[in-house]
């Protein structure tokens, strides 16, 4: 079984040896395949994780009339804590000097300017999540309107819970995933049209010699794995070289970068690389296969 593995592997380094200049062209299709695939699934897991975090760190939040009296903020307390799916224990009063020293700590060296204003002008408010993220914008309408909040004001709505941020970065990640996906289908087909011309050349330049195997009675396995084994080489040498550059150019240079501009600390983790790598290698494989496999069928029809 050795000597005949080794029979099957020394056929098909020959065999890309002698069709040199194709090899090279599907080795490096497969390259930029991998490489795509791979900026595209270390990049897409940042952004799905990133969604995810600003999914379950939405928090509401009512702001008070400056007149409001003690008797409406206690009514409206006790609304929110009454309403279903508030999550037990988050809500918090957030009164305007608590909101005034928060903003004083996000400007750091700014907050000298808000000395050049005249009084407190951010409002209290109250703070608090629900139990399921999907529920935020049914809880927050439920809030809307009790005496004492402050009126709604376009492009300021009360209660708010950043809607718009959110949104944004859902939709922004499924854009990402389409064009990525896009461009990734087209070069994988790409990618096996030309390890299929690889293989038929292969298969061309030895058809008189697989003409002569089946006739002896050779199954059909026997004559397609040497080509089968050809082709996933050239998937497996395209995927290692798109890992290589993958290292040097995306964990090295890039991950930081793109981490802190998304999340500001706190930042959630992309894929892990060694399990990015595997993957690639799989679909490297599989894409060799795919493509030899495709083009032995015909030509097995002796």
Request: charged share 15%; net charge positive; hydrophobic share 50%.
């Amino acid at each position: 079984m050795e000597t005949r593995w080794r029979f099957f592997v020394v056929e098909a380094l020959m065999s890309l040896k002698g069709n040199f200049a194709t090899t090279i062209a599907a080795v490096v299709t497969v390259l930029v395949v991998m490489f795509i695939a791979g900026l595209g699934i270390a990049l897409g897991s940042y952004v799905y994780n990133y969604s995810n975090k600003v999914r379950d760190d939405v928090t509401i939040r009512a702001y008070l009339k400056d007149s409001s009296t003690p008797k409406q903020i206690a009514g409206i307390q006790r609304m929110i804590t009454q309403t279903p799916g508030v999550l037990a224990g988050s809500l918090q009063f957030v009164s305007k000097d608590d909101a005034i020293l928060r903003l004083q700590k996000q400007l750091g060296e700014d907050s000298e300017l808000l000395k050049l204003t005249l009084g407190n002008p951010l409002p209290a408010s109250f703070e608090f999540k629900a139990e399921n993220p999907d529920q935020t914008a049914r809880i927050a309408k439920a809030v809307a309107g009790l005496p004492g909040l402050d009126r709604p004001q376009p492009g300021l709505p009360n209660p708010d819970y950043g809607a718009g941020k959110a949104d944004r970065v859902l939709k922004t990640a499924g854009t990402i995933t389409l064009v990525l996906l896009g461009m990734g289908v087209v070069l994988a087909i790409a990618a096996i049209l030309l390890i299929g011309n690889t293989i038929r050349l292969s298969i061309f330049a030895r058809r008189r010699e697989v003409e002569v195997m089946k006739l002896v009675g050779a199954t059909n396995w026997f004559v397609r794995l040497p080509f089968m084994i050809e082709g996933m080489l050239c998937g497996l040498a395209g995927s290692i070289l798109a890992s290589i550059l993958l290292a040097v150019s995306y964990q090295t240079l890039l991950a930081d970068r793109v981490q802190s501009s998304m999340t500001g600390g706190g930042s959630p983790e992309s894929m892990a690389f060694p399990l990015l790598i595997l993957l690639l290698m799989v679909a490297g494989l599989a894409i060799g296969a795919i493509g030899s496999g495709l083009t032995m069928r015909r030509f097995l029809q002796v």
